[in-house]
Structure formats: C-alpha cells, structure tokens
C-alpha cells in the first residue's frame, strides 16, 4: 500500500513539475497567434490560429537572413566537430602512440579554462585572420569541442576491442573500421553529440556578437534583439519569431530522440 502511494506521489509531482516546465513553450505558442488586442485582453489561449503573424514575420527579409544564416553556420559546424570528435576518439581509444598520455592531460586542462578566456584568442586570431563578417570566422572556432571528445571517449570504451582487432585481421583500414564499424556500433553516442553541438550553434549569441558588425551575418540569438527592436512592442509578432527560432530544436529533437535515450540507458554498459 504505502509503495503505491509513493508512486502516486511520484507520478504527481513528475507531471506537475512537466506542466510547469511546458507553460512557458506552450504559451508562447499561444501567443503566436494572438494579436496584439487578445494579448493585452490576458487571454491564455487564442480565440483562432490565425497565421498571420508567421506570414508577417516570415514576410520579412531581416529575420528569414537571420534564420538561413543560423541554420547554415549550425549546420557545418555540426558536421565538422563530428568528424573531429569521432577521428580524435577513435585515435585515444583505439590507437597507441607516443605522448597519448600527455595529450589527455593537455585536453583536461583545456576543460577547466574559462569560456571568456577561449573567446579572446579565438578573437585574436580570427582577426588576424581577416575573417571578421565571415561565414569561416562564425564556424571555424566551434569545428572542435574537448568536451565532446571526452563525452564521446567514454562511450566507445565500452565498445569491445576485438571489433578493431577481428577489422585489422581481415585487413580492414582505420577509415573503412570507422565507417563502417564505429560509427554504427556508437550511433546513439554520435547523435547525442550532433544534438548538442547543434544546439549549441543554434544559440550562439557572445560569439556571433564579437565578429560580426553586418547586419546580413547575423545569427538568430542575436538577431532577435534587432528584431525586437524593429518590431518596437509587437509583443505576438516577437512570440512569433521566437516560436519560429525553437521549431527546428524541437524537430531535431524528435528525431533523434530514441538515439539520445539509448545513449543516455546504455552509459556504463560494457559490451
């Protein structure tokens, strides 16, 4: 008796704090299609779903450039730090060279300096570079993350090493066990990773902020604020864009969802 009532209590408190985290999207949503009389009035829900506003806003240059520029710049960086994640955790977890050792050393250091600090020299250097208001200044910097390394690192050492040892023998490369072994075997690790590195493109807004004065390079983080400003107190068209800039991370989400789930169950399982 007393086991149900704590599951009861559970299940309660687990679907009221859902509820409470789900308002503020949901609402927002709603919001979208209000117009700006409805929103004043405090109305919660919408008398119609009038689309009206995602036209509108849809409608204009400024935030479809924002939109493109960040589905872009989010999406090449993305695909680059998988390729470096995956090639630089396949070199610690299944190659032996010399100065393996100091080199994870050399990376966990890299964990513990500030974001702050990165974001200077990286400046530096893309300034150097020439590649202010540049599509490779906004990517290049993010083409590689320590952390995802290490994220990754720990989940293919659970991958047995008589899969890398049975590809040698049949006289399989590196590249070709990586395709067509790893990256298989290691798919829900792989899409956590492109999730999160997605993510973090996606809301990239100090970065975006440092090398960037034209308006045409502009990403949505930071775009939005511009946005808001053009669209003074338009309240439901600035939801509307806002709703618009969370779709594609939802979408994202979904369909990776199952992968993120088992990478997340699977995390301390030996094969």
């Keep these: 008796m007393q086991s149900k009532i704590w599951a009861i209590t559970a299940y309660i408190?687990?679907?009221?704090?859902?509820?409470?985290?789900?308002?503020?999207?949901?609402?927002?949503?709603?919001?979208?299609?209000m117009t700006y009389e409805e929103l004043i009035s405090l109305k919660l829900i919408p008398s119609g779903f009038d689309l009206s506003n995602y036209k509108e806003v849809l409608g204009q240059a400024s935030f479809v450039r924002y939109f493109l520029n960040t589905v872009?710049?989010?999406?090449?960086?993305?695909?680059?730090?998988?390729?470096?994640?995956?090639?630089?955790?396949?070199?610690?977890?299944?190659?032996n060279f010399p100065g393996k050792k100091i080199l994870l050393m050399i990376l966990v250091c890299l964990l513990m300096v500030p974001y702050e600090v990165l974001v200077f020299c990286n400046y530096l250097t893309?300034?150097?570079w020439g590649l202010m208001n540049t599509y490779t200044g906004l990517i290049l910097p993010s083409t590689a993350s320590v952390f995802y390394i290490f994220y990754l690192?720990?989940?293919?050492?659970?991958?047995?090493?008589?899969y890398y040892e049975r590809a040698r023998v049949?006289?399989?490369?590196?590249?070709?066990?990586?395709?067509?072994?790893?990256?298989?075997?290691?798919?829900?690790?792989?899409?956590?990773?492109a999730l999160l590195s997605f993510i973090d493109g996606w809301n990239s807004f100090l970065w975006p902020m440092l090398i960037t004065n034209d308006s045409n390079m502009r990403l949505l983080s930071d775009g939005l604020s511009a946005f808001s400003m053009q669209t003074d107190r338009d309240f439901p068209l600035q939801m509307t864009a806002t709703t618009i800039t969370t779709i594609?991370?939802?979408?994202?989400?979904?369909?990776?969802?199952?992968?993120?789930?088992?990478?997340?169950v699977n995390t301390g399982i030996k094969n």
């Design 170 to 193: 049949v006289g399989a490369s590196d590249l070709e066990f990586i395709v067509k072994i790893l990256i298989p075997l290691s798919k829900p690790g792989i899409c956590t990773v």
């Design 13 to 33: 408190f687990i679907t009221l704090m859902t509820l409470i985290t789900l308002f503020p999207f949901v609402y927002m949503a709603f919001v979208s299609f």
């Design 72 to 95: 872009y710049t989010a999406t090449l960086s993305t695909l680059a730090t998988l390729c470096t994640t995956i090639l630089a955790t396949f070199a610690f977890v299944k190659l």
């Design 126 to 128: 893309i300034a150097q």
């Design 153 to 162: 690192n720990s989940f293919l050492k659970m991958m047995s090493v008589t």
């Design 248 to 264: 594609p991370i939802v979408i994202f989400y979904f369909i990776f969802r199952n992968q993120i789930i088992s990478s997340v």
